[in-house]
């Protein structure tokens, strides 16, 4: 079975300090992978995407960047935090794509992080 | 073109009432539209998801309806519980190989006991 593993659950980190959350999954290759920020009280904002290796695509200009250097692995970084970062991030995947209808997407546990 | 309103913010229901939550997207191009169930502190979880092939789909007490003229879907929950107060998202996505989810804003659910 697949199942995926984000950390750490919780964050607090001073502004202007860097930042890295890892995302692996494990059961399945060729994953579809996202990063989704949800702000208190609010929807979940699509930040990232990569449909393989290397490849990265951004959705919303923003102080953050992503990375997929093996192929179930993802990591959201920052060199410099800011206090608008603060939120709920979110790391999920769904299968990738095989030439038929899209499927769902599972989600990690989350990582709350607070910038102070 | 590419949102997903998500109505009503937040719905208090009694125990056995029927919770209902309105969705509407733009995007004619969405073809899979889940709905996710999200508690305090936890990852989304899909609940039940609907292609637009069909104008209605049932798991147990959930049930989605799709209005494709009208570019609308709704989840309803029957008998709802004091274990279902949670945070429902809907969410769409079209054909392609990213397979990106579009969420709507979200809606807070309370059953009272």
């Known amino acids: 079975s697949q199942t995926i593993h984000q950390w750490p659950a919780t964050l607090v980190q001073p502004v202007g300090s860097p930042l890295s959350l890892e995302c692996t999954v494990e059961g399945t290759s060729n994953p ?29 200009p923003q102080n953050l960047s992503a990375s997929r250097p093996q192929d179930r692995q993802f990591i959201l970084s920052s060199k410099k ?27 990690g546990q989350g990582t709350r992080l607070t910038v102070v | 073109q590419q949102q997903v309103k998500q109505s009503p913010q937040s719905l208090i229901v009694q125990k056995g009432g029927i919770s209902i939550i309105n ?30 092939d069909v104008s209605e789909k049932k798991e147990g007490r959930f049930t989605i309806s ?20 949670a945070t429902y998202f809907c969410a769409a996505s079209g054909t392609g190989n990213t397979g990106k989810l579009i969420f709507g804003q979200g809606t807070t659910l309370q059953v009272k006991p």
């Open chain 1, 32 to 60: 579809n992978l996202y990063w989704y920020r949800q702000a208190a009280g609010r929807g979940l904002q699509l930040l990232f995407y990569s449909v393989g290796i290397g490849q990265i695509s951004s959705e919303v």
């Open chain 1, 81 to 107: 935090l800011l206090l608008s970062d603060s939120g709920f991030y979110l790391c999920a995947w769904s299968v990738g794509w095989t030439g038929e209808m899209n499927t769902e997407a599972f989600f």
């Open chain 2, 23 to 52: 969705c509407a997207y733009e995007n004619t191009a969405f073809d899979y539209f889940p709905w996710y169930q999200q508690f305090p502190g936890k990852g989304p979880a899909l609940l039940i998801a609907i292609r637009p």
């Open chain 2, 66 to 85: 799709f209005n494709k003229s009208a570019k609308q879907f709704s989840l309803h929950i029957m008998d709802s519980q004091p274990g279902d107060s």
